[in-house]
């Protein structure tokens, strides 16, 4: 309902006319009054007519009669019942009933006559604000009379003529439903001749004799009492004595040419032709100066009945019938007119105003004619209704102008024509309403982002709430893109971003109040598959696996679903839903189909698709048969098995051949997938038995089952014995052999081979001999390696095969008889030597010759007198018939023999005389070690080992050594050389603390050998105090440091690379600023770090960067900590990670640097103070002790609250925390850290951290010495023999 909005500016004022009108016209709409309970509850209502009886009620009386009359109101209006024009007293009557709550009439016709409640009845609803009316119900009884009694007369026609039997139904109420059937109760046949009209009769285009009967009986259906009646039998019989001929078509109905006919408006138009006509005529129809609606028209009763539904104004006009056969047409033209009951174009709407507003009530209908309008007021018409001047009727319009409380009132409208009439009720409800928002507060709206955004509004006022919103709270919204805020109050956001996110508030506005509601939107990410399911071809058995992975908003709970087929999944354990996917196992042909995963969130939702297609192996072929039969071929044909959806690549032919190797099936051949028959080529005397596979993409088919036998006839072998091979086994004989030809081949009974041979290149005859079922033939008493001309031919029962090819062997081989000669030895370095040799005769061979061995050994160096130890010969093959070969990788200055034999397949022959060479000298090998000692501020000693290989007479060393900075970038080389006896050296005048690299080679006349390398630091230049230095758990030792050496083939780079390990030993001391690190580093790693950890802590190691540098100094070490201490090397280049051995250091706990209170005068004084305090005390303490009591230690605890004032201990006299053995509570005033150490900053004057127990003594010089022997540091306040006054902890010390 929509309330009408006001020109708030504008009165009513007579004289205005229809301008104002008009535009009062589109400043009214009308509103109903919410039908919310809340709402309703306390408003003023006049009667709404909420459910009547139709305008025509036709009873059955057998029934109650029920005429309904509900209607609503505040207060509930009350019925009465008008009959006939004048009142029905429904409380007289004991048979008519009142439902209660409304004014529904229920009235009991049993027993009674029903004729007696026939009439026109209206309801009327009324309250204190109005009343209205219902239509007039006409009540009717339905009736269905007995056909009126008549005797029809037998009809008797000629053949060929029309004929029309005519029902004449008795009038029912409401009319009957007519069919014809016979005497068995079976409808007659009906079609284009012979046809049923409207009105019921039964008409012939032309008889003929199979419609002769006795029995056309016209049947009566009466919907309403559910009865039929039935007309007498009607007797037909036709003549076929003088049949009347062809003839043109006519019209039996309608008769004329023209003819009208009327249809209200909204009806269906029924236009009926029938015609007769020999042969029977074809019916058509069209409609003049257009055409008929193809949407709204059928056609009945084979196209003599023309239907057009929902008549309307535009379907008036000539419709023009036509029947035709082969003798000519006629037309039958009806002129349809169209008239109109009355309809509504507005009926008149509720009017819901505020005092002093104004309103219009219209009431436009349309018909044909043009309805006559009546206005009434209260059931009253206006003419006869008390004098309004506020309210004035103008034809179709009722406009009331500055309305009043208490004017509330139900018009009523009545538009008639003689065709029927309407009538409406419409309410004007003058009502002072503050707003109300009806849409329930805090409501929280989610939407998909770019969908649009409704929030609604719903209010209700009189006057009419203006409606504003807001934007959480601050941003007024106005009407305008993205916003649109429609008349009813809902905002609409055309397409919603997560920016319009966020809190809305309505506010509702009218004279009488304000209102305002809070609504909340959420714009969500829309719900989308990121990976769709892909079509799948399964093999049948396998598993199939569609996935469907989705991005939701995660506000959302999202559901998935799946289909399949667009219904659901199969109840089947095999399919398996996971959160993105579905599997489905064991596939099955079942299975194939669509399959669809629908994600659905509360919002929206989203789908894809994937077909899913199952293959598996093909049926196996069907039906083989064998044509076309000849001695060599065949032809084979089948019938192809079921594809499961993958197409048939090929065919397998396979045979067995049930003589020779029965149960064996042999591939034949293959052919096309689209192929169904095959053309074999067959070999002689097989039992052929013949069978089909096919192939797919899946793989095999089992085998079709086999074909009839195909037996061929035996032949002569169409081929001889393959491989034929001569070979001599040993000497004097010749092996024969071949690969044997299988029955299948053999082509025939009694398979044997004839084998012939002959001495190649000597005039002989062939040699023959005939063996079977073996696949060898030895001939003996062959020369040694001699050529041999062999055939094989294979021979059966039918005779012999092709003639063989001829194939050269050879006899057995026997050992060579001789040995190489004119040895000789060319030595062309230290290294290699060639020899040369001269070849054997060939005959000399007694086989193929396979090549020559050289046999060599070294027996000694030149230097040696003797060979020290046997050396391992070695030998060399030089294949083929060579007459020279090299000797590589010799030893220089050496001495070699060496003898040479020939070789063939047999094995070899004898040696040729031994032949001995010398090698010359070459260069040595690299010195065995080199070594540096005795390390010093300026010097290094070297001593070295002579090579392991001198490789002739050694001639000295040269020794090369260069500095090495801390950026590993080399100095100036310096080059030393020494004599062949000497192997130490000591190298003076070098830099302390230096690395240097050493290059170490040997050499002989023929020049310098490879290097060996070494690195070396001397000792590094200082002299301070080292700290307690402990390797793991072992006890303390003096620093010691080692010169690792590393030794390396290769020559020196431009940088040093690190050679051998890259740390030498870690050392550390302490100075006064911290702890000292020093270290020796042989690498050149672009990062070194000293790392370092307090004792048993699980922190990280701290690590500081000290490139470049071999030694370091970490500062702010707590005092009384102990340290763990490594260096290590980095590179980002190199993922190994070098360290040093980890070394424990402990930091003693040092007195402060800070000024030495101990020289203030303010503290001498306090000091002294504290001393007479403590001396009075004693003297106290000294007379009490005589008079017998006890001086308890927990006052003696107390008195002293001073934190710089510790109590001494009374076994050792050192300084200490007193502590209580049961509860080891801290002293009174201290601050001890969860380690156990006393911080630096909360003791600093305190010695106590120098030591414990018996272990803790003062020097000479009142210094104390703890368990560190590193350097001695004399500050102010800790000796007893300065100048100046004595230490007040020493002072107290004196009183115990």
């Not at 196209?303 to 056969?325: F, H, P, Q, W």
């Not at 799948?536 to 058995?541: D, T």
């Not at 002739?952 to 090369?960: C, I, P, S």
């Not at 000024?1155 to 007479?1172: E, K, N, P, R, S």
Request: with cysteine; glycine share 8%.
């Amino acid at each position: 309902m929509i309330h009408p909005i006001m020109d708030r500016n504008r009165k009513w004022m007579p004289g205005f006319g229809a301008v104002l009108l008009i535009l009062l016209s589109h400043k009214t709409s009308a509103l109903e009054v919410p039908l919310d309970p809340k709402v309703l509850e306390g408003l003023p209502q006049p009667p709404t007519i909420t459910l009547q009886s139709p305008k025509d009620y036709i009873f059955d009386p057998r029934e109650n009669i029920v005429i309904h009359c509900e209607a609503k109101g505040k207060p509930h209006p009350s019925f009465s019942w008008t009959r006939n024009g004048t009142h029905f007293d429904v409380e007289k009557d004991s048979k008519v009933l009142v439902k209660p709550g409304s004014g529904t009439l229920v009235i009991d016709i049993s027993g009674e006559k029903a004729e007696a409640y026939e009439g026109t009845y209206q309801c009327t609803a009324h309250n204190e604000h109005g009343t209205a009316v219902s239509n007039n119900i006409v009540i009717r009884q339905s009736r269905s009379p007995l056909w009126s009694k008549e005797r029809n007369e037998p009809i008797v026609v000629q053949m060929g003529v029309s004929l029309v039997l005519q029902c004449r139904p008795p009038a029912g109420l409401p009319p009957p439903v007519i069919f014809w059937m016979d005497n068995n109760f079976q409808r007659l046949p009906l079609d284009k001749r012979v046809s049923q009209a409207l009105n019921g009769d039964l008409y012939f285009s032309n008889v003929l004799p199979e419609d002769s009967r006795p029995d056309y009986i016209c049947y009566a259906r009466f919907p309403h009492t559910q009865t039929i009646q039935q007309k007498q039998p009607i007797s037909v019989t036709v003549l076929n004595k003088s049949p009347m001929g062809e003839r043109r078509p006519g019209f039996m109905t309608p008769l004329g040419i023209t003819s009208t006919q009327m249809v209200l408006r909204g009806e269906t138009l029924e236009l009926e032709c029938i015609a007769d006509g020999l042969p029977t005529p074809e019916m058509s129809w069209q409609k003049d100066g257009g055409e008929l609606p193809s949407s709204r028209m059928s056609f009945h009763n084979f196209k003599k009945t023309l239907k057009i539904s929902d008549v309307s104004e535009a379907d008036a006009g000539d419709y023009r019938c036509t029947a035709t056969n082969s003798l000519g047409t006629a037309h039958h033209i009806i002129k349809v007119t169209v008239k109109a009951a009355p309809f509504w174009v507005s009926a008149p709407r509720n009017l819901i105003l505020a005092p002093n507003e104004t309103g219009i009530l219209t009431c436009r209908v349309s018909g044909e004619p043009k309805p006559k309008i009546s206005w009434f007021v209260n059931g009253i018409p206006l003419e006869n209704a008390p004098v309004d001047h506020s309210r004035k009727v103008d034809g179709d319009t009722v406009i009331l102008s500055n309305v009043q409380s208490g004017s509330s009132a139900v018009y009523q409208c009545n538009a008639s024509n003689e065709f029927g009439y309407l009538m409406a009720n419409a309410f004007v409800n003058v009502l002072a309403e503050a707003p109300r928002v009806l849409t329930p507060p805090n409501r929280v709206y989610q939407v998909i982002t770019n969908n649009p955004a409704l929030l609604h509004c719903a209010s209700f006022g009189s006057p009419i709430p203006t409606i504003t919103w807001f934007k959480d709270s601050q941003t007024s919204i106005k009407n305008g893109d993205p916003f649109v805020i429609h008349e009813n109050g809902t905002l609409e956001i055309h397409v919603a971003q997560p920016l319009n996110s966020g809190k809305y508030t309505c506010i509702a506005t009218n004279n009488l109040g304000i209102k305002e509601n809070h609504v909340y939107l959420e714009v969500k990410e829309p719900t989308r598959i990121l990976k769709q399911p892909e079509y799948k071809v399964v093999q049948k058995g396998m598993s199939a696996v569609f996935e469907c992975k989705v991005k939701h908003d995660p506000s959302l709970v999202p559901t998935m679903t799946w289909l399949k087929d667009d219904g659901e999944l199969p109840d089947d354990e095999r399919f398996d839903v996971d959160t993105d996917s579905l599997t489905i196992k064991d596939v099955t042909d079942g299975d194939e189909g669509t399959y669809t995963c629908i994600m659905n969130t509360t919002l929206d939702q989203d789908s894809a698709s994937a077909m899913l297609t199952v293959v598996e192996k093909p049926d196996p072929p069907t039906d083989l048969e064998l044509t076309d039969q000849t001695e060599r071929s065949v032809q084979l044909t089948w019938i192809p098995g079921d594809e499961h959806n993958s197409p048939t690549q090929k065919f397998l032919i396979q045979y067995e051949d049930l003589l020779h190797q029965p149960g064996v099936w042999i591939n034949l051949t293959e052919v096309a997938g689209t192929s169904t028959t095959a053309q074999l080529n067959l070999s002689p005397h097989v039992y052929y038995s013949f069978r089909v596979l096919a192939v797919n993409h899946v793989g095999y088919s089992q085998p079709s089952q086999p074909s009839s036998q195909y037996r061929t006839n035996p032949a002569a072998p169409d081929e001889n014995p393959s491989d034929v091979q001569g070979v001599g086994a040993e000497p004097g004989n010749l092996v024969i052999s071949w690969t044997p030809l299988t029955g299948f081949q053999s082509n025939g009974p009694n398979l044997e081979y004839k084998v012939q041979w002959r001495q190649k290149d000597v005039d002989n005859e062939w040699s023959s001999e005939t063996v079977a079922n073996v696949s060898q033939f030895v001939v003996s008493g062959t020369p040694t390696y001699v050529p041999y001309e062999i055939k094989v031919q294979a021979v059966n029962y039918y005779g012999s095969g092709p003639e063989p090819e001829v194939v050269i062997g050879y006899s057995g081989e026997d050992l060579p008889l001789s040995a190489p000669e004119s040895v000789q030895v060319m030595v062309h370095n230290s290294t290699l030597a060639e020899v040369h040799w001269e070849p054997v005769s060939f005959p000399s061979v007694r086989g193929k010759l396979q090549g020559y061995k050289v046999y060599y050994h070294r027996e000694r160096g030149l230097h040696e007198t003797e060979g020290e130890t046997e050396q391992q010969e070695q030998v060399l093959t030089f294949s083929g018939n060579r007459s020279e070969g090299r000797l590589p990788g010799l030893q220089p200055y050496s001495l070699y023999n060496l003898s040479i034999r020939v070789l063939n397949s047999k094995g070899e022959g004898p040696p040729s005389p031994s032949k001995t060479f010398e090698t010359p000298e070459g260069v040595p090998g690299p010195p065995s070690f080199l070594n540096v000692i005795n390390p010093s501020l300026d010097s290094l000693t070297l001593e070295w080992g002579p090579p392991m290989n001198n490789n002739g007479r050694l001639a000295g060393y040269t020794l090369k050594y260069q500095p090495v900075n801390n950026t590993n970038e080399l100095g100036p080389v310096k080059v030393m050389t020494f004599l062949a006896n000497e192997t130490t050296t000591t190298l003076g005048n070098l830099n302390s603390s230096m690395l240097y690299k050493f290059y170490l080679s040997a050499k002989t006349i023929k020049g310098s050998g490879p290097i060996i390398t070494e690195e070396a630091l001397t000792v590094m230049d200082t002299a301070r105090t080292q700290p307690t230095v402990e390797t793991g758990k072992g006890p303390t030792e003096p620093p010691h440091p080692t010169f690792p050496t590393t030794q390396s083939p290769h020559p020196p780079f431009h940088k040093a690379p690190p050679v051998g390990p890259v740390f030498g030993k870690v050392n550390a001391s302490l100075s006064e600023d911290g702890a000292v690190i020093s270290w020796d580093y042989f690498g050149h790693h672009k990062n070194v770090y000293v790392e370092y950890i307090v004792e048993n802590s699980k922190e990280d190691w701290k690590k500081e960067l000290v490139n470049g540098s071999h030694s370091h100094m970490i500062k702010g070490l707590k005092p009384g900590m102990s340290y763990r201490v490594r260096v290590v090397a980095r590179d980002p280049a190199d993922l190994t990670v070098h360290s040093t051995d980890e070394v424990s250091v402990l930091v003693p706990a040092v007195p402060s640097r800070q000024v030495d209170i101990a020289t203030q005068g303010w503290f001498i004084g306090l000091m002294c103070a504290i001393a007479l305090l403590i001396l009075v005390l004693l003297i106290v303490c000294f007379i009490k002790r005589n008079k017998g009591g006890k001086y308890p230690v927990k006052e003696k605890e107390d008195a002293h609250q001073d934190p710089e004032i510790q109590p001494m201990k009374e076994d050792d006299g050192t300084f200490g925390e007193y502590s209580d053995t049961e509860d080891h509570k801290p002293l009174k005033g201290s601050r001890t850290p969860s380690n156990g150490t006393v911080r630096r900053d909360e003791s600093d004057d305190s010695l106590v951290d120098y030591g414990e127990g018996g272990d803790g003594q003062f020097n000479e010089d009142g210094s104390f010495i703890g368990q560190y022997s590193g350097k001695k540091e004399k500050d102010t306040h800790e000796g007893n023999e300065s100048s100046e006054a004595p230490s007040p902890v020493n002072a107290m010390n004196s009183f115990v």
